[in-house]
């Protein structure tokens, strides 16, 4: 059996990367996104939940739950903290993402990655999607992102590293047709 096409699915802040996912899923890849698996995690790994624990104790857990937001806080005020976030789940979410890779029948296999580049993981996938939007577009939709990029690889260098690249600055339906026609390239050549 032939294996899927994996292809990572990344972009800036605010981009439009969930929309991609979805359209990418709408024309028949097999779509997952990191934050699910991150969110998935939180609920069901023991060792993170030991190491979250351990780490911080249990101001980080609220009704047995781990508190994402509580996470926020302290993470996006101390870039320490969030290193040490990082080291934990950047591993598992490989791990987690090449299982999935693994099980995957369909003929393309999507991952949504948005630290893709800032981890090196692009040497994991046969492709990779940027979509980008211009600074005002993703502020619109996101509120002030520039003080959360700093530590991020800029996006012309993304689109530069990228297979294919959208500027996300029109329609859903402009988006969505983005998409049928990478999946249609990418199947021509897989």
């Known amino acids: 059996m032939k294996r899927p096409l994996a292809v990572a699915l990344t972009g800036g802040i605010a981009a439009g990367k969930s929309e991609a996912l979805r359209a ?3 024309h028949g890849a097999a779509v997952i996104s990191s934050d699910d698996i991150v969110h998935r ?3 069901e790994d023991d060792g993170l939940q030991a190491a979250l624990r351990e ?3 249990d101001r980080v857990f609220r009704d047995g739950e781990v508190d994402r937001a509580e996470i926020g ?3 996006f005020a101390d870039r320490a903290e969030l290193a040490w976030l990082e080291s ?6 490989r791990e987690a993402t090449a299982a999935w890779l693994a099980e995957q029948i369909a003929d393309v296999a999507v991952a949504e990655i948005p630290l893709l580049y ?3 993981g692009e040497e994991r996938f046969d492709r990779v999607v940027v979509v980008t939007a211009p600074p005002e577009v993703r502020e619109g939709r996101r509120g002030a992102v520039a003080d959360r990029e700093d530590r991020l690889v800029p996006e012309d260098e993304k689109v530069r590293r990228a297979d294919f690249c959208y500027v996300n600055d029109g ?12 999946l249609e ?3 021509r050549s897989h």
């Not at 329609?171 to 990478?182: K, N, P, W, Y």
């Open 118 to 120: 800032e981890t090196g």
């Open 55 to 57: 780490h911080w104790g």
């Open 171 to 182: 329609s859903l339906e402009e988006l969505d047709a983005f998409v049928a026609g990478v």
């Open 24 to 26: 990418f899923a709408r």
């Open 88 to 93: 934990e789940l950047h591993p598992r979410v």
């Open 41 to 43: 995690l939180y609920r």
């Open 73 to 75: 806080r302290i993470v």
């Open 185 to 187: 390239e990418l199947r």
